[in-house]
């Protein structure tokens, strides 16, 4: 199974089209996104195409395909217009022989992992809006990994996204 993870589209028309995009054009078979969803949350600017109406139709349009984690920003209330479950905190993907831990980052983060991953194993996380990916060196060769933020990016970062594959990830730029 191929898998394209984004995070962080916080309401922007013109970024949850290129992700979608992009997961059509990669020939993915799942979109994982890792939250914040549709709303720019009180910390961040108003993204440049903010149309959280626009983001919902072309999510929902996609709904089969979608896995996603809450972020901060998430709230019951875009639950109820989003056609795809949004609510749970994390969720574990194997890929190969590889185990994936997704989540949006503001409860488990690469500071605060949680148990039971080992080495080898990938932590895949949003919310800082800083696209990265390297061994965690608070553990034991635990892998951490952010797509960043294609609408917010943050520290100088590229709109990213991470691909999966046959228990491989890897980190693209649009």
């Known amino acids: ?54 983001v919902i139709a072309l999510l929902n349009a996609e709904a089969g395909n979608i896995l996603a984690v809450r972020g901060n920003c998430d709230t019951e209330v875009d639950q109820m217009v989003l056609k795809f479950p949004i609510m749970a905190d994390y969720i574990y993907l194997v890929s190969g022989e590889t185990v994936f831990f997704a989540t949006h980052g503001h409860h488990y983060s690469p500071d605060n992992l949680p148990e039971g991953l ?27 990994m952010n797509p960043g933020s294609p609408s917010i990016p943050k520290q100088d970062t590229n709109p990213s996204y991470i691909m999966i594959e046959n228990g491989e990830a890897r980190l693209e730029r649009f």
Not at 8 to 30: M, P, Q
Not at 33 to 50: A, K, S, V, W
């Open 118 to 144: 080992g080495a080898g194993s990938v932590f895949l996380s949003g919310h800082t809006h800083v696209a990265c990916d390297y061994i965690s060196e608070k553990s034991d060769g635990i892998r951490c």
């Open 1 to 54: 199974m191929k898998i394209l993870a984004a995070s962080d589209i916080h309401g922007d028309s013109y970024w949850a089209s290129a992700v979608i995009e992009k997961f059509h054009e990669t020939g993915s078979d799942k979109l994982l996104l890792l939250g914040d969803l549709l709303y720019h949350g009180p910390r961040n600017n108003l993204p440049e195409n903010y149309n959280p109406g626009k």
